[in-house]
């Protein structure tokens, strides 16, 4: 059997893990998007640019740490199910939505800030009008790394027993099926693209094109 | 009217602006100039309490604006910054409508104000509205960023050094578009410039600052004619050329003695003879005038229109110097934008000025 025969006899079960494994990113990359940004927002604030800075600095180095690091990191504290996996994804992923949101919210210009404070613009609206439309690009871009990352992370969750499109290729390992490793490599990998395809589309009509003009 | 009254600035031991008093008339431009860093940035943004100073108070027409609301008191002033600050992610129309939009006005109005006022500032709304600041020339977005400022059509323009970031010659035509602009909009405008020909060329009034503190401040013609030390002296000394007869507005130096009658009301008095000057204008044409006697109007009295050469207020001395010296008149009648006359200028009068502004 090749990897397209065994999708077509067994679809019904397939189907049902990519549903598990979309569940999955979809509710951590939700997560980590809120926390993301709440979090870069916060720290870009003009009197915690010391801790700006630090949260830089250290979310940079972070992303070196392996995720399956994470993945068995949290599985000694939460054990095993899906529940785990949300979580090590959601800390995984606000690292590169993190740093890029904190690093383009600091590197607004701050005559750019004063303008809109001086044409009379509240801070609140000086975030959502100025602040964020011009680091949109940056935060798109942190946004579609932490997909990426989640999308193949969420494959090794099948170890901690949270399900998805790990466990056909897990199983296949087990049972040496290279049709079944195959297929759920395939799988993996055509989400991730898509997933990045449906982001980008997003990203052109999120972002203004003003700031793509060269200057 | 603004008062700035005694207004300090300190950052830790250092003082920026040092017990400032200054009264801003209205209606009319303001400069404030001097060195680099001597607080003219800062004491703008105290203004629109972009900056809170240390001491002192600010009043506009009367009201403390420390007693208004800032965000408030920020939309209802024009704000041109230096390096202009445009927004790249709004297009020409998102940035003019920014304080409008925060007004709530609603789309339809605030796309036909910025239209309006790009046809202002002489930038076609059909190709500029949709353009985003990216795409325009340093000169285009200075008058951008003018128009911006006078979305909501605010009374008090604060500019800091607008036309800064551009080449002369483009410098030169932006600020006789905004003179011309100023002329119909009566703006109470405080500009800040470290250009001394600039501040000439649009200054109804001169403030002068050094090290936080005000050294002089006065109409332009007086300042430049009793500079009150020798700082002012010497800062000045870069306009005592007669180059800079372009610089000097005519109704600044205009004659004020003379008198406006009908052709025929002269005649019916008699009083030629003698008043020293009479200006004749008949409807709204100046027929021409009568200076000791001697009676000068347009070549040819046949013509069925006689219009006397006239100099605009806003001309520079170099243009009346000019207008003169071709028509051959020993005098020109300047005149303001509605017609009114306001003088008249002669070639010895120029000199004399050059005389005294050189020496
Ligand atoms: N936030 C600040 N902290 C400390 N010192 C400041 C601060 N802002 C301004 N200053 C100082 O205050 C002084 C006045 O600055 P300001 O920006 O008002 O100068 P300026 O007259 O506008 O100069 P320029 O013509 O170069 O724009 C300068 O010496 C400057 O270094
Ligand atoms: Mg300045």
Redesign the pocket.
Known sequence: MNAFQYLGRNWPGVSAKIAQHLGMVGVAVAASLVVGLALGIVVSRPRLQKVGRAIIGITGAAQAVPSVAVIALMFVYTGIGPRTAVIALSIYGVVPILFNVSSALLLVPADIREAARGMGMTPLQVLVRVELPLASQSIMAGLRTAVTIDVSTATVASVVGAGGLGDIIFIGLSVVRPDMIMAGTLLVASIAILSDVLLAFIQRSVVSRGLSIPS | MIELDSVTKRYGDKTSVDRLSLTIPDNAITILLGPSGCG??TTLKMINRLIEPTDGDIRIDGHSVYGMDPIDLRRSIGYVI?EVGLFPHFTVEGNIGVVPSLLDWDRGRIRRRAGELLELVNLDPSVYLRRYPRELSGGERQRVGVARALAADPRVLLM??PFGAIDPINRRSLQDFFLRLQTDLKRTVVF?THDIGEAVKLGDHIAIMRDGRLVQMDVTRALLEHPADAFVEELLGATRSTEQLLLYRAAHYVDTAFTVMTTEEMHRSGVEAEAPLIILKDGDDISGYVEKGLLVTCEDPQEAVCRFETVSGNATLLEAVTTLLESGRKRAVVQGPDGTILGTLSVPMVAEIMAKVAR
Do not use: G, I, N
């Open positions: 003219k940035t230096q800091d050094e800040v």
